[in-house]
């Protein structure tokens, strides 16, 4: 598994992903968030701009793309993982994998188990958007070279069969960098690169100061002193 440092190190080399936001980072996961291209398994578009909100019906499934796309090379895949916060407003567990290679929108899948609406607020204009998902990074113990993958990006498929008004074709056709793993990284390089190597140089100084301070006698101090008061 991966934690903060590991995500950290990866992003721009073996991991990429658009758009970037820092504040959904956790110390072992990413949180990635709704899109507005949200459907019902029957292919009822339920995102309402009007609102900025996705409306799920009582026992409905959503299907929903997230605005983030992802490119992991063949050193990494991952685990996707229920937010408790929509688990306890009434949708069901979800779990699927992140295979090596992949390059897409992440389709999640938000099943209501009520008897009212559910909604799923805030998706366009939060800027660190609407959560719905953790994603957890692990390291493939053996390199994957040869792409055997074969799940289309952002499962395609499945989406053809609901997006009646081909909401997300028209827009998976003027923006080809989500779906292309040279396109997203060539992408990610012109919009995020400079900014993240900066925040990250940020983290890593924020981390020395506080080695610093734990590895000092002040420090260990305090903390034994801390840990006594606990005790």
Partial sequence: MLSIEDIYHEIGKNIFICP???????????????????????????????????????????????????????????????????????????????DPKYCGQSLIMLHNITDQELSIDGITQSKSGARIVSLVFYYVRTPIYENSLSTPPSHQEKISKIDQNNLYKNWSDENQWANNPRNLKIHFKELYEKDFRAKKRLYAQ??????????????????????????
């Fill in 206 to 231: 924020k981390k020395n100061v506080f080695i610093r301070f734990y590895k000092s006698n002040v420090g260990r101090l305090i903390i034994k002193y801390a840990v006594l008061l606990i005790m």
């Fill in 20 to 98: 970037l936001e820092i504040d959904n980072f956790r110390d072992n996961s990413i949180d990635l968030t709704a899109s507005e291209f949200a459907w019902t398994s029957d292919g009822k578009h339920i995102y309402d701009s009007a609102t900025d909100r996705i409306i799920v019906p009582p026992h409905k499934t959503a299907c929903i793309l997230t605005r983030e796309s992802i490119y992991v090379t063949g050193k990494i895949g991952g685990t996707y993982h229920s937010r408790v916060s929509l688990v306890q407003k009434g949708f069901g567990h979800i779990g699927t994998m992140l």
